[in-house]
């Protein structure tokens, strides 16, 4: 892959990847011969793309698949990098404006649905609401990052979260290992693999830029959205602790609220469909099998309304 923003192989088979500004964009190389339309994944905090089945997925309902590595995240990370480091949700917002003037451009007249999962499933439900692209026709949260489950250490850390952002927008305010993406690794007894470094199981601090956009783009959630096109939120049916002694750490999501997923949905927008998956991990396309299922069949079942 060269800087000059041609396709070049991808670290993943069966893909091709090429840079997108400060992102980067991921594409099948199979895709349907003919397709209906087009999907843009878009992946969350520490994370990045690595879900092939998903690809299938859509290629089997006659759909272009294509991800993005968003900046500062997994294929996307340059030389002196903090990961993830953002000042506000818009610029996330950018590198997807960025991706779906890219596949309309590739596939004319197509329409498109986005996927997008966690923080990313927040900053394109803020981009979906203020600035859509005119071929968008559906949107896809899967366990979107609306609210992490309460606790008090964590609200006295939101208070005062603003003043220093300002001051020191690099500032460490909270690093956790992920106990959720060891769950999921492959090198340590779980059902996926993935790039360790890029989804790390020792987690990425939660620096006060970062925090502060997303706490920003929360409450922007909060007060409501006006999404215009039709949207399908996933979730989990529980939220438990992110620990080892969790017993149902595979079962449940370990990483948001999903009751505040569930309050908040209805004010997206005039059209919001709600699936709730029983045994549903945080990001529902690497649950279980039983779980993973119900999961794309609720897209399935859905996706007439975004592509009749």
Not at 5 to 15: E, H, I, K
Not at 46 to 70: I, K, R, T
Not at 134 to 160: K, M, Q, W, Y
Not at 258 to 282: F, K, N, S, W, Y
């Amino acid at each position: 892959m060269d800087d000059a923003g041609t396709w070049g192989d991808d670290v993943l088979a069966g893909f091709e990847a090429r840079p997108l500004g400060p992102a980067t964009l991921i594409r099948s190389t199979a895709p349907p011969p003919h397709p209906r339309g087009a999907v843009l994944h878009v992946h969350g905090y520490n994370d990045y793309f690595f879900q092939a089945h998903l690809a299938e997925f859509f290629a089997g309902l006659g759909l272009a698949f294509h991800a993005l590595d968003l900046r500062r995240a997994g294929r996307s990370l340059r030389p002196g990098d903090t990961p993830h480091l953002i000042r506000d949700i818009t610029e996330l917002g950018d590198d997807i404006s960025a991706a779906a003037d890219a596949i309309a451009a590739e596939h004319p007249g197509l329409p498109l649905v986005i996927h997008a999962h966690s923080t990313g499933g927040l900053a394109a439900a803020i981009w979906a609401s203020d600035r859509p692209s005119p071929t968008l026709t559906g949107l896809i949260l899967d366990s979107p990052f609306f609210a992490r489950p309460d606790n008090r250490r964590e609200r006295v850390l939101l208070h005062a979260v603003g003043p220093v952002a300002r001051v020191r927008p690099g500032a460490v305010l909270a690093h956790h290992p992920s106990r959720y993406a060891a769950h999921l690794l492959s090198d340590e007894g779980g059902a996926w693999g993935f790039d360790p470094d890029w989804k790390t199981p020792l987690g990425v601090p939660a620096r006060a830029s970062w925090l502060a956009a997303v706490r920003r783009a929360q409450r922007r959630v909060a007060r409501g959205l006006d999404i215009r096109v039709p949207v399908l939120v996933a979730r989990s049916h529980s939220s438990g602790p992110d620990t080892p002694d969790n017993p149902l750490l595979g079962v449940q999501d370990t990483a948001v609220d999903v009751g505040a997923i569930a309050r908040l949905a209805p004010g997206l927008g005039p059209d919001v469909t709600e699936a709730v998956i029983t045994g549903g991990v945080h990001e529902l396309s690497l649950s279980s099998p039983v779980p993973r299922a119900a999961y794309l069949a609720s897209i399935r079942s859905w996706l007439p309304k975004a592509i009749p």
